[in-house]
Nanobody
Framework: QVQLVESGGGLVQAGGSLRLSCAAS????????MGWFRQAPGKEREFVAV????????YYADSVRGRFTTSRDNAKNTVYLQMNSLKPEDTAVYYC?????????????????WGQGTQVTVSS
């Protein structure tokens, strides 16, 4: 089992940027697909981005494609979510998730490990 800890959330004005980090425990981080999800108040959790462990393949939700970028540093057991051109509708608790797999998915139920979440608030 891998344990995940997110950081980097905060308050930012619309149009600004934030970078979230998710640190993972364990020695097999490179074998995990890592995903990002978010949950806004009163809404269901939704997919944001995912990155494969093997070749770094990425996939994004339409709502963030072109503004957000996910990357990983396997030597540091860390995955990142760079968020640019932030909008008020990006306000949510952001979660990272992991699954021991060389494939990727945008399905919440596919991921087996979750972090505790970090709040991102974008003011207008």
């Amino acid at each position: 089992q891998v344990q995940l800890v997110e950081s980097g959330g905060g308050l930012v004005q619309a149009g600004g940027s934030l970078r979230l980090s998710c640190a993972a425990s364990g020695r097999t981080f490179s074998r995990y697909a890592m995903g990002w999800f978010r949950q806004a108040p009163g809404k269901e959790r939704e997919f944001v981005a995912v990155i494969a462990g093997s070749d770094g393949t990425t996939y994004y939700a339409d709502s963030v494609r072109g503004r957000f970028t996910t990357s990983r540093d396997n030597a540091k057991n860390t995955v990142y979510l760079q968020m640019n051109s932030l909008k008020p509708e990006d306000t949510a608790v952001y979660y990272c998730a992991a699954r021991l797999s060389y494939s990727i998915s945008d399905s919440e139920s596919w991921f087996s490990n979750w972090g505790q979440g970090t709040q991102v608030t974008v003011s207008s």
